[in-house]
């Protein structure tokens, strides 16, 4: 039976014939897209992200771990106030820290077959909220150091999952008029669970902590069993009628969800996917039309690592304590977390007035910029040192905090908030769970080196020069995207993609034109 005839016999109330051309139905004509489940249902989704956001700044914990460590191997008769094993403050603290992005590798990579296998609400069940909650207990019950090594895989994996599947699953159940403010809600509760992760670990003991993380799933589960599943998905599997039942949940019943329906049947038939494939081949990739759009969204990711912004949270009281800062490196803490924060709920009102590419552009060069004067301040100190006591460059104490808090807004402006969504829907429909999860992985090498080789380029190249150098790397970051990178903002998969096939016939006429000419 013709696909179409299938979707006409489940709709028995609806006696239009449906559409073959996705652009003759507008918006207008399907009715009222039902904004407020939708931003309910990616609030609930995007908790997955508040947890993972923990998992981010988790290092911090790590001071008290080794306090006690020490201490319980010294004297042991107040051992059961302590940790029973040692955690080297050097070889494990940088383990510990940077052992993260293998475990998000690995969940980047598993996060797309499994979500095209079983669907997106219980890949984020199982790879979000039990994961999470199996890392944080572990950190509980651990008896060597190898149980947080474990753990912090076991962390990495769910962010990896959390970073995929989440702005898959958004982009899903969203329409493309509120899908730019949708997409920055992850970013914001990210915000928020690095925030109430300080102020908690200011107040709490590390385990009492890690036991509220690992409660946090339990919330998280519960949502995901009520929510609705992608309808994507579900046309993907031929599940037609569970597919008009969930874009009934999100559109609501005034909505022509057959319409949606022909919309989302059209773009999976159009790249040749039937009902049961449910695997892509790699030679896909190799098509003109997808190596562009794949390589944008591969390079937009590798700019974000690049932008320098896993240090900055990972090794935040160690910038504070080398960057003649005047303010105590712990309530500059916490004064980041509020900057990340107060920059992601801006980022969220504007998210829907600005274009994505200015925002993006915007973020670029303020990172650059940022980063440069943060350089400049580790100079200035420098300077000071190599000089005689007379000389004077003015109290700058207040200038390491100021800059890094406005690179923490200028980086959430774009990279923090619009990478991701602007990543995936720059992706054709038929590869994009692939295609942001082989982006998302191969970039996991990189923010691995970033992290783990900071310390050894403070060493080498002092702070001036390794935040000059990430500077640099952002300049060419904002320079590719302002010749490169084009808009999304509103526009749909076929109008996206009609882009590139412009800009390739365009490319491919101006080669043709060379060489008659030679």
């Known amino acids: 039976m013709d696909p179409k005839e299938k979707v006409k016999e489940e709709d028995g109330d609806r006696k239009e014939p449906l559409l073959t051309q996705p652009e003759q ?7 009222d897209p039902g904004h407020m489940t939708q931003i309910l249902v990616v609030i609930g989704i995007s908790f997955g992200c508040y947890i993972h956001g923990t998992s981010v700044v ?26 029973g094993f040692h955690i080297d403050p050097a070889t494990d603290v940088s383990w510990i820290v940077s052992i993260f992005v293998l475990g998000n590798f690995l969940g980047s990579v598993v996060s797309a077959p499994l979500s095209n296998t079983v669907g997106r609400k219980l890949t984020c069940m199982l790879g979000i909220g039990v994961t999470f909650a199996l890392s944080y207990l572990l950190v509980v019950t651990a008896v060597e150091v190898s149980m947080l090594y474990l753990a912090r895989v076991l962390m990495g994996v769910a962010l990896g999952v959390s970073t995929t599947v989440s702005i898959i699953y958004i982009q899903d159940i969203s329409t493309p008029d509120i899908r730019g403010s949708l997409g920055a809600i992850p970013a914001v509760t990210g915000a928020l669970g690095v925030f109430s992760f300080q102020i908690l670990n200011a107040f709490l003991s590390w385990r009492h902590l890690n036991v509220i993380c690992a409660c946090l799933s339990v919330p998280y589960c519960i949502f995901l069993v009520l929510a609705p599943e992608s309808p994507v998905f579900l046309v993907s599997r031929g599940r037609i009628g569970a597919a008009r039942s969930a874009l009934k949940r999100l559109r609501g019943r005034d909505w022509n969800s057959a319409g949606e329906l022909e919309d989302i049947k059209e773009r999976l038939e159009t790249v040749g996917k039937s009902k049961s494939k449910t695997r892509l081949s790699f030679n896909a990739f190799l098509s003109k039309q997808v190596f562009y759009p794949v390589f944008l969204s591969f390079m937009l990711i590798l ?14 009281v160690q910038i504070f304590q080398t960057a003649n800062s005047s303010i105590d490196e712990f309530l500059a803490t916490i004064y980041l977390g509020i900057a990340l924060l107060a920059s992601n709920v801006l980022t969220v009102l504007l998210a829907h007035k600005l274009p994505r590419r200015l925002m993006l552009i915007l973020s670029a060069l303020g990172v650059s910029t940022t980063l440069g004067i943060m350089g400049l301040s580790y100079q200035l100190r420098e300077w000071a040192e190599q000089e005689d006591s007379e000389t004077s460059y003015g109290n700058f104490g207040w200038l390491p905090l100021l800059t890094l808090m406005v690179y923490i807004f200028m980086f ?22 692939l295609g942001m999860s082989l982006s998302i992985s191969l970039n996991c090498p990189v923010s691995f080196l970033v992290n783990y080789s900071f310390p050894f380029l403070m060493e080498s190249i002092k702070g001036q020069g390794c935040f000059w150098l990430y500077s640099i790397v952002s300049f060419a970051g904002f320079l590719f995207i302002v010749f490169l990178v084009p808009e999304t903002r509103g526009k749909t998969d076929q109008q996206i993609q009609q882009q590139f096939q412009k800009k390739l016939v365009v490319n491919t006429d101006a080669e043709m034109q060379d060489k008659e000419n030679k």
Do not use: C, D
Request: no cysteine.
């Open 25 to 31: 139905l507008t918006e207008e004509k399907r009715g």
């Open 58 to 83: 988790w290092p911090i914990v790590l001071p008290k771990l080794i306090s006690q460590s020490n201490a319980s191997l010294a004297n042991s008769s107040t051992a059961a106030e302590y940790i």
């Open 303 to 316: 700019l974000m690592n690049l932008s320098g912004i896993s240090i900055i949270m990972s090794y935040t």
């Open 412 to 433: 959430n402006l774009g990279f923090g908030s619009m990478v991701f969504i602007t990543a995936s829907e720059l992706l054709p429909p038929h590869i994009r769970e």
